[in-house]
């Protein structure tokens, strides 16, 4: 085996590593993830804005990593799906 050889055979190994570990990432980011159904339901939650209120301008939301992500509610106790881009009954403009 000469040295190509053996650098590709170790680039496909790493290859390999990587590629059965993203799934595991995939499910193990979403392992604290979670919806409060009732409590949606209840407050008309919608994963799109009505007009120009969304959660994203509501004084309840709690934003995730970054102002895409998707964040929290102080309404909706432990749900930590809340898209920025939704919006439900309890909307309070943000100040
Ligand atoms: Fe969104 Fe409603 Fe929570 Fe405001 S109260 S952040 S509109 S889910």
Known sequence: MDVNESLRRRF???????L???????VCGRADAATNAAVR???????????DKSCGNCMQFVPGKTAKDL?????????TEISPQGYCLAWVKKP
């Not at 339901?41 to 007009?51: A, F």
């Open 41 to 51: 339901t209840s407050l008309k939650y919608q994963g799109k804005p009505e007009g």
């Open 12 to 18: 496909l190994k790493v290859g390999a590593a990587a």
């Open 20 to 26: 059965a570990t993203i799934p595991v990432l995939a």
């Open 71 to 79: 964040g929290g509610c102080k309404v909706i106790a432990g749900d």
